[in-house]
């Protein structure tokens, strides 16, 4: 079993979408669980930045509630199941994150939020756990990061995903692996009969085209663009693992 570790309700997909296609084609189990998750407060009070956000998802009361469901038919696409905490999105969580400088910066101390899901991620019954090498800083993904590599500290076998689209934008992972300061080895995974269907599961994200727009290049084009300059005639996506061992 293959548990993939997403931040988010999108960030697996758009990042592993292909992997997560061709184990099922290959009758290998995966599933999804998506950490932050969780529906704010309906009487709690929005930062301006949280209030911009909403507006860019389609103005919903609650766009978690509609994030969730994007997720799910994108996973059903991809015949994987998922599971969804429901831990608090960094721009709910904590007032510190009031920015985009913030959100994709240097996180707030949050020892025992992170203790905690050390402690769920480890009695997950998957026999591989992948997660966010964060790409882009952001700080959700930044804590899953960091709870990946201490259960392979303690003899977890994990690996780490290319956060995407952070990772087309930069043109690699370069600038995030070299500020590690620890070795990390890669595997690339051709995907390109299940490139189709991953298309087709990032495209249930529609709340969220707009924001992952850059540049004038939408969501779908920048993946691509990306997947396909490693190997010629191809798309694939890439892992990156603690040590020689390889578990995918």
Not at 21 to 32: F, I, K, T
Not at 62 to 70: I, K, L, N, T
Request: aromatic share 10%; charged share 20%; glycine share 10%.
């Amino acid at each position: 079993m293959v548990v993939c570790l997403s931040p988010h309700p999108d960030d697996a997909v758009l990042s592993c979408g292909g992997l997560l296609a061709m184990l099922r084609d290959q009758g290998r189990p995966a599933s999804v669980v998506t950490v932050f998750a969780g529906s704010p407060p309906p009487d709690g009070d929005l930062s301006p930045f949280a209030l911009l956000l909403h507006h860019s998802w389609g103005g919903l009361p609650d766009p978690m509630v509609h994030r969730r469901a994007e997720d799910t038919r994108a996973l059903e696409v991809l015949g994987c199941p998922g599971l969804w905490w429901d831990y608090l999105d960094a721009i709910y969580r904590h007032p510190a994150y009031n920015s985009l400088e913030s959100l994709f910066g240097t996180p707030v101390e949050e020892i025992a939020l992170e203790e905690e899901l050390y402690g769920r991620c480890a009695a997950l019954p998957g026999q591989v756990l992948l997660f966010p090498l964060a790409v882009g800083h952001h700080v959700d993904h930044q804590m899953l990061f960091r709870v990946g590599w201490a259960l392979g500290q303690a003899g977890r076998q994990v690996g780490f995903y290319e956060d995407q689209p952070y990772v087309a934008w930069e043109g690699g992972p370069q600038p995030r692996l070299a500020g590690l300061g620890r070795p990390l080895y890669p595997q690339v995974l051709e995907i390109t009969p299940h490139w189709p269907t991953k298309v087709t599961a990032v495209s249930c994200y529609s709340s969220q085209f707009a924001e992952l727009t850059r540049d004038g290049v939408s969501l779908l084009e920048a993946l691509e663009r990306y997947a396909s300059v490693q190997l010629a005639g191809a798309y694939v996506e890439r892992l990156w693992w603690p040590g020689e061992g390889r578990w995918i």
